[in-house]
């Protein structure tokens, strides 16, 4: 196999090209970010996947094909396919039931490369545990590196559990351990957590590399993008067209409806708001929901609990260019997970220039830059975050100037980079 990496963007080398089997077994990267189990690790290996064709590789995504009318392959770009593999009914099944499919599952993977020439892949890269799971029998098989990427740990999770969420299961703690374990390289998003990974999950130091996700700067940005006639509309049309109140402050949420992503403590903090008798922000709940079926409806409920039921907007989950419209047109985004391994949607936020209101947690404090393009919220106090909502929605000077920091934060995420150090991660690996 050539040398295919020489320390710049490009992959080309003695005429080979750097083949990379990504495994995402639970969630496609054709699915809707927002909903079900499709979330930021979505974003992730679809705009990795991206810079990586750019940079002159082909990426083939392994998923679980979840429908009947999905084709066996897509292909969603030059040099990116999408695999659907068969493993287990199409429907049914919950992210918990997956580990008793992942022999199915692997058993398709190594079909797809029984079919090519020998040595096709140069590198596996699986994402979460399940895929990692599956990576380690194709990288053995095809002796080529592990590299893994965990998006969310068990122990980090379970760490900074909401009242009435459930543990992660010992058997997902067990498989996390057994990837770590085995895995050439592990791919962290920030420093934070790769001391996880070695804390944790005694990771080896050597083998654990820090790289940060990107943004999509030309889809998320401050400027609203000219119509059919060349014009752009003003922002108050903007908020117009999405039906949004052009005398009121507006916050927006965007994610999972989950319990993890704690948009029960926003919803709170308005109550909290409402019994001070203060002018309440109109909240926007962009997704779905996640994990249980009744988490839309409970948080539905809380809201007519706590008496803002008219101050609580919900919106399904919408696309990419849509997202950055939302961004655009609110004062203010709130991110307040209760862990979170980055939050893209803090950064997305922040390349729209609007100031990030997020939970001192794990990613949120490299995404965000306290004080200079948002603020850190210390705990998920309902209390806590109606005064932070409140100071700052009634400072516009402040405001301004968390929205200039807030691009300049964002500029310094780049998919193009990121691609640009996984790639040294693969070769790193390949020489280990």
């Not at 990795?48 to 998923?63: D, K, N």
């Not at 009435?164 to 920030?190: C, Y």
């Not at 919106?315 to 655009?328: D, K, T, Y």
């Not at 393009?373 to 209390?383: A, E, Y």
Request: aromatic share 6%.
């Amino acid at each position: 196999m050539a040398d295919w990496w020489d320390g710049r963007t490009q992959v080309h080398m003695s005429g080979d090209t750097l083949r990379v089997a990504m495994l995402s077994v639970h969630t496609s990267p054709l699915e809707q970010p927002g909903t079900g189990d499709a979330g930021g690790m979505n974003v992730y290996v679809t705009e990795l996947s991206r810079a990586l064709a750019a940079s002159g590789a082909e990426v083939e995504i392994f998923t679980r094909r979840t429908s009947s009318a999905q084709p066996a392959v897509v292909e969603v770009g030059e040099g990116i396919l999408v695999r659907h593999i068969t493993a287990g009914p199409f429907e049914g099944l919950d992210k918990n039931d997956l580990p008793g499919q992942l022999c199915y599952f692997s058993a398709g993977v190594l079909r797809t490369e029984a079919a090519r020439t020998e040595g096709w892949y140069d590198v596996v890269h699986s994402h979460y545990w399940l895929s990692g799971q599956a990576g380690m029998l194709a990288a053995d098989r095809w002796n080529v590196p592990l590299v893994h990427s965990m998006h969310t740990m068990a122990l980090v999770k379970n760490g900074a559990l909401a009242p009435g969420d459930q543990p992660e299961p010992s058997g997902r703690v067990i498989g996390e351990e057994q990837v770590v374990e085995v895995a050439d390289a592990l791919v962290a998003n920030t420093a934070a957590e790769a001391e996880d990974l070695v804390s944790h999950y005694a990771a080896d130091p050597t083998r654990v590399h820090v790289v940060s996700p990107g943004v999509d700067l030309e889809t998320f940005s401050p400027h609203v993008p000219a119509g059919s006639d060349g014009a752009r509309p003003s922002p108050a049309a903007e908020r117009a067209a999405l039906g949004l109140p052009l005398d009121r402050k507006v916050v927006v949420f965007a994610g999972r409806v989950q319990l993890l992503k704690a948009p029960d403590v926003l919803v709170r903090a308005l109550g909290v708001m409402a019994d001070h008798g203060e002018d309440l922000p109109l909240l926007v709940v962009l997704g779905g929901a996640s994990g249980r079926p009744t988490a839309l409806r409970e948080l539905e409920a809380l809201a007519h609990q706590v008496g803002v039921t008219d101050d609580v907007l919900f919106h399904p989950a919408v696309s990419r260019s849509e997202l950055a419209r939302w961004f655009r047109c609110a004062d203010l985004v709130a991110v307040p997970s209760r862990s979170e391994s980055f939050g893209l949607v803090a950064v997305e936020a922040q390349a729209c220039g609007t100031p990030v209101v997020a939970a001192d947690v794990g990613g949120l404090r490299t995404a965000v830059q306290d004080g200079r393009s948002g603020v850190l919220v210390p705990d998920h106090d309902p209390h806590l975050w109606a005064a932070v909502l409140r100071d700052l929605l009634r400072d516009p000077e402040r405001l301004a100037a968390l929205s200039r920091g807030a691009v300049e934060v964002a500029a310094g995420f780049s998919w193009e980079t990121t691609a640009e150090q996984t790639i040294k991660v693969y070769e790193q690996s390949r020489r280990a």
